[in-house]
């Protein structure tokens, strides 16, 4: 006779049960998607020009929620920027060219490094020179900065593309494929440029041959300048607290990058010999004007990619959807 009020009252708060556990479990997760989605994320790959932004969450430089995610190739970092997975990225222009021909709006933030030696060409003894190339298997990435260095050293070397056998190989792998005997030279830049040398690759091609044509730029999507507006100002501060701690105090900054990029402080040290890292009044200069100097970079870029078959459509505007843009500059 009392049996089914039992049940109604069981049934009742199995439910309430049920319900609150799925509470549980969901609230958690959809905090954790809130906060996630509210993060700055940026995109690196590992290169002594994009330590200083690790420096910078190292010393809590940061005050807004920012996080830094290693790759390890520069198209791993341009597939996740394309997906959406990241919010900023850390590439060079040629890269920034690639997506401005995928018709992705970017706006560039501010300028990190200009290679000025860092980007290289190894290869084995026996090349003796750049025009040991000829014949040679050059691993290099196809998507990457590589592509352009590869490109440009031909060219000025008086090479042709066809005498070279290309090796498409990520960053990642170039130290396996020249000790595996996989290729002959390999287009890096350190810590693989430190690593060859010490197993005996000599440097056949630096940067210092075309200076200020490879420049490593943070860029944005176009919709993250009002979504993570604050955390865009905090990231350009924070780059530049870096920097001068890079100044103040470089035994342990060196430190703190070398266990990074695994090679030693000296190592550390000397990578930055090869490249300039922009002052905020330098940072202005290049974004700022009409046109502004890193404009008409972009520009030269471009075409010589279109020359050279880098990139496919010959209507390519890079300034058409990327953007200039030194308002988040301290």
Known sequence: MHNKPMQKICGHFNFKAAFLKILLILLPMSFCSLSYSQ???????????????????????????????HYSSTSEVLRAFRNNTLEAAALTLDEVVLLAESDIPIDIILILDISEGADVIMGRPELKNIQGLVGARVAVESTAAGAYTLSRALEIHNID???????????????????????????????????????????LFNSKEIPG?????????KKTLKTHRKALYDITQGWFKALQQLKNEPDDSYAFIASR?????????????????PSLEKNRMLLSGSPAPLTQTLHRLTQHMIDNGLIDSKNSDSSANATLNPSFLP
């Open 261 to 277: 990029m695994k090679i030693s402080k000296q190592g550390v040290k000397e990578s930055y010999f090869g490249l300039t890292l």
């Open 39 to 69: 993060t700055l994320r940026v995109g690196t790959t590992l290169w002594p020009g994009y330590e200083p932004l690790y420096l910078a969450e190292e010393i809590n430089a940061y005050k807004q929620k920012i996080r830094m995610i």
């Open 213 to 221: 044509e490879i420049v490593d730029v943070l860029v944005v999507h």
């Open 161 to 203: 593309i066809n005498k070279v056998s290309l090796v498409n190989a990520e960053n990642s792998t170039h130290k396996e494929a020249y000790m595996n005997n996989m290729a002959d030279a390999v287009v890096t830049y350190e810590p693989v440029r430190t690593q060859l040398l010490n197993e005996g690759a000599i440097e």
